[in-house]
């Protein structure tokens, strides 16, 4: 049960994750946004970034499944997503980062249009709005991540970025 005012926020990030809106976090979901992510940006499965969004996803989801699920069904329950968020990264964000940067840093390759290494403003959000964050939230987001408001974002950025959002709630 969420208890405290910072479980509750938390818990909102939740949905975020539940690609399919089952009630549960599992591999499907992490697929099922790869997907999204390679669909919105022209990407095929099989070429190299394809591979690597679907390694990413793969690398995220078993992250995530060490760190909260207590039961070890292969499903995150919101309450075991809560406890893992809550008990387990909070005071260490950082360790959140490290679970979500080979995904983050396949998705942004996906979104990457030139091959630069940063993404737009515009390519984030784009990103954002394929996980599932609306487009108001996502566009305000991506232009917030630009900090020296030269139009680009950097990995540094966005992976910090990121693990904050899904562990601390402000």
Request: charged share 30%.
């Amino acid at each position: 049960m969420v208890s405290t005012e910072y479980e509750r926020k938390i818990a909102a990030r939740f949905a975020t994750f539940d690609q399919d809106g089952n009630g549960y976090i599992d591999r499907e979901d992490f697929s099922a946004a790869a997907k999204a992510l390679l669909a919105e940006f022209g990407t095929t499965a099989r070429s190299d970034k394809g591979q690597a969004l679907y390694i990413g996803a793969e690398a995220f989801w078993q992250g995530m499944a060490g760190i909260a699920d207590r039961d070890g069904d292969q499903r995150i329950t919101r309450e075991e997503f809560v406890y893992g968020a809550v008990k387990r990264l909070r005071d260490n964000p950082d360790r959140f980062a490290d679970i979500a940067r080979p995904f983050l840093d396949a998705a942004l390759a996906v979104a990457d249009g030139d091959a630069d290494g940063a993404v737009t403003v515009a390519e984030t959000a784009r990103v954002l709005k394929v996980l599932g964050v609306s487009e108001d939230i996502a566009t305000g987001a991506a232009t917030a991540l630009d900090t020296d408001t030269d139009g680009r974002v950097t990995e540094p950025e966005i992976v910090s970025a990121f693990a904050r959002y899904f562990t601390v709630p402000e």
